[in-house]
C-alpha cells in the first residue's frame, strides 16, 4: 500500500537559516508526490509537486524539492527561511484504493516554527 | 468565487446531532474531494465527485456519513448522529480536472463534538 512518512513532527529554524523538510515515500512505480502548506486559518496551499521529467522541482515562495528515487524521498528545501514560513508542512502522494480510484494519500504533517 | 469556500468555519454539535457541512467549489470545477483532518494529523480521504457522481466514497467512515453534489457544484458532507470521534476539520477540496488530486482547498469547517 502507498504511504507517506514525515520523519520530523516539529522542526525549529532561525530566520535566514536553511531549511529541508523530510519526506518518504512507499510506492511501487514512479510517484505523483506534493508538497502543500497550511498556515494558520488557512485552506492548503501547493507548494510544487512531481509527476516525472526533472528531479530537481521548483516550486512557489522561494520552495524546490528533489525526487530521488534510490532513497524514496522527496525533500522540500529553502534556502532562507522567512518568519512567514511558519506552518504545517504536508507531503502527500497519489495513491489508488481497490477499484483503481486515484486520491491523495497525506504525511502527518512537520510543523514549522521560525524564531526571528 | 475566487476559491474554494466552505461553511460554516465552525459548528460546535452536541453528540447525537446531525450536521450539514457546505461546500462551494470553485465555478466549473469538475471534480470535488472531501477530507477529514483530525488534530495532530494529516487529511484522509472521505469521497469524490465527479460533477454530481459520487464515484468514491471509500473513505466514508461510517453509514453516517453521507456526502452529495445534485447539481455538480455545491456539495454537502452530512453527518448523522455525532459523536465524539467525528471532531476533526473537515476539507474541500476542487479541481478543473476528471480524477485530478492537484486541487484547490477550502480553509475547511472544524467541527467539535461536545
Known amino acids: 500500500a502507498q504511504s507517506v512518512t514525515q520523519p520530523d513532527i516539529h522542526i525549529t529554524v532561525s530566520e535566514g537559516a536553511s531549511l529541508e523538510l523530510r519526506c518518504n515515500y512507499s510506492?511501487?512505480?514512479?510517484?505523483?508526490l506534493f508538497w502543500y502548506v497550511q498556515s494558520p486559518g488557512q485552506g492548503l496551499q501547493l507548494l510544487l509537486k512531481y509527476f516525472s521529467g526533472d528531479t530537481l522541482v521548483q516550486g512557489i515562495k522561494g520552495f524546490e524539492a528533489e525526487f530521488k528515487r534510490s532513497q524514496s524521498s522527496f525533500n522540500l528545501r529553502k534556502p532562507s527561511v522567512h518568519w512567514s514560513d511558519a506552518a504545517e508542512y504536508f507531503c502527500?502522494?497519489?495513491?489508488?484504493?481497490?477499484?483503481?480510484?486515484?486520491?491523495?494519500?497525506w504525511g502527518l504533517g512537520t510543523s514549522l516554527a521560525v524564531n526571528p | 468565487g475566487a476559491g474554494v469556500s466552505q461553511s460554516p468555519r465552525y459548528k460546535v454539535a452536541k453528540r447525537g446531532q446531525d450536521v450539514a457541512l457546505r461546500c462551494d467549489p470553485i465555478?466549473?470545477?469538475?471534480?470535488l474531494f472531501w477530507y477529514q483532518q483530525a488534530l495532530g494529523q494529516g487529511p484522509e480521504f472521505l469521497t469524490y465527485f465527479q460533477n454530481e457522481a459520487q464515484l468514491d466514497k471509500s473513505g466514508l467512515p461510517s453509514d453516517r456519513f453521507f456526502a452529495e453534489r445534485p447539481e455538480g457544484s455545491v456539495s454537502t458532507l452530512k453527518i448523522q448522529r455525532t459523536q465524539q470521534e467525528d471532531s476533526a476539520v473537515y476539507l474541500c477540496a476542487s479541481s478543473p480536472r476528471e480524477w485530478s488530486t492537484e486541487a484547490f482547498f477550502g480553509q475547511g469547517t472544524r467541527l467539535t463534538v461536545v
Open positions: 465555478s466549473g470545477h469538475v471534480s
Open positions: 510506492y511501487g512505480a514512479t510517484p505523483y
Open positions: 502527500a502522494v497519489v495513491g489508488f484504493n481497490a477499484g483503481n480510484n486515484r486520491k491523495l494519500i
